[in-house]
């Protein structure tokens, strides 16, 4: 099984940047995608962005379209999530995780990395 672990958290101020990390272990990403979540404190996991692993899609919540770039380096079995513009709304765990089909969930989840964006 995939052990997967992110990084690159922070305390940001409002408009900062950060660039999250997704390693894999174990094993590659799951063949299908990769995905990046957040969970806010008393809210629900929701999704972020997610990238093909084997093909050139990508996909954006709209809340980060235009903000975050999603991008992977196979040769380093590494995901990444690179936030700007970063506002207070954002501050949340972010986690990764991937899956082998479109039809399977996603799994392999890490422990998360703290975002904490200051106004």
């Known amino acids: 099984q995939v052990h997967l672990v992110e990084s690159g958290g922070g305390l940001v101020q409002a408009g900062g940047s950060l660039r999250l990390s997704c390693a894999a272990s174990?094993?590659?990403?799951?063949?299908?995608?990769v995905g990046w979540f957040r969970q806010a404190p008393g809210k629900e996991r929701e999704f972020v962005a997610s990238?093909?692993?084997?093909?050139?899609?990508?996909f954006y919540a709209d809340s980060v379209k235009g903000r975050c770039t999603i991008s992977k380096d196979k040769t380093k079995n590494t995901v990444y999530l690179q936030m700007n513009s970063l506002k207070p709304e954002d501050t949340a765990i972010y986690y990764c995780?991937?899956?082998?089909?479109?039809?399977?969930?996603?799994?392999?989840w890490g422990q998360g990395t703290q975002v904490t964006v200051s106004s």
């Open positions: 995780a991937t899956k082998d089909s479109n039809v399977y969930p996603y799994n392999g």
């Open positions: 174990g094993r590659t990403f799951g063949q299908y995608a």
């Open positions: 990238i093909a692993w084997s093909g050139g899609w990508t």
